[in-house]
């Protein structure tokens, strides 16, 4: 499995990749990175019926609570819902003020959810945190219960994890992989560039 990570990753770090490309790897890694999520959550048994006798299977214990950050983490979504197809769906929309490079919230819809529920937020690129710190933020304020907090991303920058675990030590990580650091303009090196302008095409030349 590790191969397969390190080739998908490879096509969506080279700066010669098409859109199109860069879809398809983003989906299959996204898959990836779904089922390690998986992992994450408890288990169940109960009884089920083969062709041939009686069994037990395995089923997941709580519901789940699929949260893309917008834009990019759109992307990550229909991969992640096809692992928690009865998943309920929210969104959180922040933009990055280029000067200071913090986070502008401008928009949220959240459903219902309950302490019992896992929840996970889908963002591709964990840089320097403060964007994931200021959904958990939101998150915690709903009661949402930091043990059942999952984070979801392709890439990660130390900078970004120290920043998340120094407030939330109890949130779950799962990254597909940790870079070396932050450029001077907070992005990660040596990173993908930006994985929202790559994916829907919006590159400027």
Same mark, same amino acid.
């Given at each position: ?33 779904? /089922? ?56 959180? /929309? ?35 945190? /403060? ?28 900078? /970004? ?45």
């Amino acid at each position: 499995m590790q191969n397969l990570k390190s080739e998908l990753l490879t096509l969506l770090r080279m700066e010669e990749t098409s859109s199109s490309e860069f879809r398809k790897a983003s989906k299959a890694f996204c898959s990836l990175l779904a /089922g390690e999520a998986f992992n994450h959550f408890s288990m169940e048994n109960f009884s089920i019926r083969t062709p041939v006798e009686k069994t037990t299977g395995l089923k997941r214990k709580k519901a789940a609570v699929l949260i893309p950050i917008l834009r990019s983490g759109i992307a990550m979504l229909d991969p992640f819902l096809e692992f928690f197809e009865e998943a309920r769906v929210g969104f959180f /929309g922040f933009e990055r003020d280029e000067k200071t490079f913090l986070p502008k919230h401008y928009y949220q819809n959240i459903p219902v959810f309950n302490q019992e529920d896992k929840i996970i937020l889908l963002d591709p690129m964990l840089a320097t945190g /403060g964007t994931l710190l200021e959904a958990l933020r939101l998150l915690i304020e709903k009661k949402a219960s930091e043990e059942n907090i999952i984070i979801a991303s392709v890439i990660a920058a130390p900078e /970004g994890i120290e920043a998340v675990k120094k407030l939330y030590p109890n949130v779950k990580l799962v990254l597909g992989t940790v870079d070396h650091k932050l450029n001077e303009k907070c992005f990660i090196v040596p990173g993908l560039g930006d994985f929202g302008d790559r994916y829907f095409g919006t590159l400027i030349p």
